[in-house]
């Protein structure tokens, strides 16, 4: 329910701060006075059509903030959950309006689009007057009130979910179906192109592999000569290392006698021969390394050959053969075993048809039986209303060759205004002042099922009076057991009945220079003084007070 209001800088709202309750409010006040002005910024927080014009002259921005004490599960916690938004049991809606147009909206102080604000606006509040029956237009909503009306949400909900099965069954068929076709019409070269694949068996990065080992082979294969010529020169035939050994051996049994000539020479050969042995090892080595088998470098370059006719042949890359023979065998796979497989997903397909087809049978069977009650039930509503001569109806039309997810039915509420004409919608058919009563009828009937928790009612006693007025009053007050409610009026009778009484006015202030809207909460006296004032008009008689007063206490009788 709408715990509180806050309006600031808002046409002729400098500032207003209403707190509300549970129960009938009503909100009464001379014409001009400011009521359209407050729902319209009501219908702002909620996400309405914003407009720079409703910023009050000489603000940069007005502001509108509706707060909500919500329970849990609630439709509208979903939403914020849907949108990453926090639920913490308390709704806060605000809006922002600057005055070159844009607009800005907030959940709970966390910044959100105007498109979630009006998603959560909508699941909290409606909004209702004799050119504003939103809730009444679209036939989907209709479906939707005598679903609720009748407690099918879970057989709608079941049948929304046999609704995807059954696209999803028919999916995978048409999809298998469609593979076949193509399959067929290329069935011989799909074989060759598959067989010839398979035999060649490409693998993925194998390309770049190959290439890189031809490319570290031929390399080797350059410099191979130059380092066998090298381990020849230092280790080989012609290798030094021999000569001066058998050189050193002289000199050391020469320098037995002369170490001092000897040993220095001795030791540089040393060290030349240790040298020239460690060089050969490390040629050995590099050449063990540039060592390969050419008919392995042979088979590269035959695999690469391979390959890459491979793909000029199938335009495909060729690190794309392997996904594409994976796909041919598919294919051919698909030839030999795609008719059973077909036969298998269009039995899966018929049962899901069937499963959706029965259910949405037994939930036209029930839209049907309901739709009797719904008829009866809103009818009783009627006389009191002084709709006596008129008739409401539930269209439901059933056409099983137009499946949809929520079932077979289109639901569309018709009436007719009196015996003798003929039936149609209700938005068609109904002038303004029967279609509000229509409405209130039908909120009566539906407040404990399919309402919004807060519900405004602006003006739909226009045009009536006296017994009418009165029992708009008391269908309201009946509303107001179930659901918050919140009607502007000017019928003294459904004033007399409200438990909040909201009195909008329009001060001068600034010595008559500019004028605000002011909201003011009416204690019983006050009550009794506004209500008279409804009766009478500007001058308020005895009479009148004395007339209010046996409404007030009528309305608590």
Excluded at 142 to 148: E, M, S
Excluded at 294 to 299: G, K, W
Excluded at 372 to 383: I, Q, S
Excluded at 530 to 556: D, Q, S, V, Y
């Amino acid at each position: 329910m709408l715990a509180r209001l806050s309006i600031r800088d808002i046409v002729l709202i400098e500032r207003l701060d209403i707190e509300f309750a549970t129960g009938l409010a009503v909100l009464t006040g001379e014409t001009g006075a400011g009521k359209s002005i407050l729902l319209d910024a009501f219908a702002l927080a909620l996400g309405g059509r914003g407009d720079a014009g409703l910023v009050r002259h000489g603000a940069e921005q007005g502001q509108v903030t509706a707060v909500f004490d919500v329970p849990k599960n609630h439709p509208a916690t979903k939403i914020l959950a849907e949108n990453g938004l926090e639920d913490t049991g308390e709704m806060i809606l605000r809006r922002v309006q600057l005055a070159d147009g844009r607009t800005r909206a907030f959940i709970n102080d966390q910044s959100i689009s105007v498109q979630t604000l009006k998603a959560v606006g909508a699941a909290l509040v409606e909004i209702h007057g004799q050119h504003d029956e939103r809730a009444l237009v679209d036939a989907a909503t209709h479906r939707r009130l005598l679903d609720a009306f009748a407690g099918l949400e879970k057989d709608v909900a079941a049948v929304e979910s046999l609704w995807d099965a059954r696209r999803t069954a028919n999916t995978a068929l048409e999809e298998h179906r469609a593979g076949m076709e193509r399959a067929a019409r290329e069935a011989d070269y799909l074989r060759h192109a598959s067989a010839e694949l398979k035999q060649l068996a490409p693998k993925d990065g194998e390309e770049t592999s190959l290439a890189n080992r031809r490319t570290t082979m031929m390399q080797g294969e350059k410099i191979a000569s130059d380092l066998r010529e090298a381990q020849e020169a230092v280790g080989g035939h012609n290798s030094p290392v021999a000569t001066l050994a058998a050189a050193v051996r002289r000199l050391e049994r020469r320098g037995v006698n002369s170490p001092a000539l000897v040993d220095p020479a001795v030791k540089a050969i040393d060290a030349a021969i240790n040298a020239l042995e460690e060089a050969d090892q490390h040629l050995q080595a590099a050449l063990a390394a540039t060592d390969f088998d050419p008919s392995e470098l042979e088979r590269i370059e035959e695999r690469l050959f391979a390959l890459r006719a491979a793909s000029r042949k199938y335009s495909t890359p060729v690190d794309g053969l392997a996904a594409l023979a994976a796909r041919y065998a598919a294919d051919v796979v698909l030839i030999d075993a795609g008719a059973s497989q077909l036969k298998r997903l269009e039995q899966a397909a018929i049962e899901a048809d069937s499963r959706y087809a029965a259910a949405a049978k037994k939930l036209s069977l029930a839209r049907q039986k309901s739709a009797e009650k719904l008829n009866k039930a809103v009818n009783a509503e009627l006389a009191p209303l002084k709709l006596e001569r008129a008739k409401f109806m539930t269209q439901v039309a059933t056409d099983e060759a137009a499946p949809g997810p929520q079932g077979f039915d289109r639901v569309e509420f018709w009436v007719q205004t009196n015996p003798g004409t003929k039936p149609g919608p209700m938005m068609k058919v109904a002038s303004g002042g029967e279609l509000s009563r229509f409405l209130l009828a039908l909120k009566v009937v539906l407040s404990d099922r399919g309402s919004a928790p807060t519900l405004v009612f602006d003006e739909i006693d226009t045009g009536v009076g006296g017994a009418v007025a009165d029992a708009i009053g008391g269908r309201l007050a009946r509303l107001a057991g179930k659901v918050q409610v919140m009607a502007v009026t000017h019928a003294p009778q459904v004033a007399a009945r409200a438990d909040q009484h909201l009195l909008i006015s329009k001060d001068a202030l600034d010595k008559g220079k500019r004028v605000a809207t002011r909201v003011n909460a009416l204690a019983a006296d006050h009550r009794r003084e506004e209500i008279a004032r409804m009766l009478a008009g500007a001058e308020i008689t005895a009479e009148a007070r004395a007339a209010a007063e046996r409404l007030l206490k009528a309305a608590t009788a």
